[in-house]
C-alpha cells in the first residue's frame, strides 16, 4: 500500500502561483512515476502533468505548458506542481498520483494509487 497526502491548495487570484505538495509513504521505493490530476465539478478527471522515476523525463498537458512545473525528491518521497499565472479554469481539485511504471502516467488506468486532493480555487 502506498499512501499520499497533498497539501497546499488555496484560493488565489488569477494571475497568481501556489505549490501543491505530495508525501508519499509505505510501499513506495521511488521508482515509479508520479504525477498530477484534477477534476473540476462536473467534469472528469484529466491529467495535468507527470513527472519519471528518476525525475529526467516530464510531460504537461497542453493547458498548463508552460506555467506548471512538476519536481520531485525521491529521498524525502515528495513530489510537487509548481504552479504560476493561475487562471479561473484552473480551479479544481488536485490529485497526487503514483504510477503503475517508471515513466508513463498520462491515464486515469496508469495510476495504482491517489491522494484524497486539494482543492485549488482561483477568482477572476
Known amino acids: 500500500q502506498v499512501q499520499l497526502v497533498e497539501s497546499g491548495g488555496g484560493l488565489v487570484q488569477a494571475g497568481g502561483s501556489l505549490t501543491l505538495s505530495c508525501a508519499a509513504s509505505?510501499?513506495?521505493?521511488?521508482?515509479?512515476?508520479m504525477g498530477w490530476f484534477r477534476q473540476a465539478p462536473g467534469k472528469e478527471r484529466e491529467f495535468v502533468s507527470r513527472?519519471?522515476?528518476?525525475?529526467?523525463?516530464?510531460l504537461y498537458a497542453d493547458s498548463v505548458k508552460g506555467r506548471f512545473t512538476i519536481s520531485r525528491d525521491n529521498v524525502r518521497k515528495m513530489v510537487y506542481l509548481q504552479m504560476n499565472s493561475l487562471k479561473p479554469e484552473d480551479t479544481a481539485i488536485y490529485y497526487c498520483?503514483?504510477?503503475?511504471?517508471?515513466?508513463?502516467?498520462?491515464?486515469?488506468?496508469?495510476?495504482?494509487?491517489w491522494g484524497q486532493g486539494t482543492q485549488v480555487t482561483v477568482s477572476s
Open positions: 498520483a503514483h504510477g503503475r511504471n517508471l515513466i508513463h502516467l498520462n491515464a486515469t488506468t496508469s495510476v495504482d494509487y
Open positions: 509505505g510501499q513506495t521505493s521511488g521508482s515509479r512515476a
Open positions: 513527472i519519471s522515476w528518476d525525475g529526467g523525463s516530464t
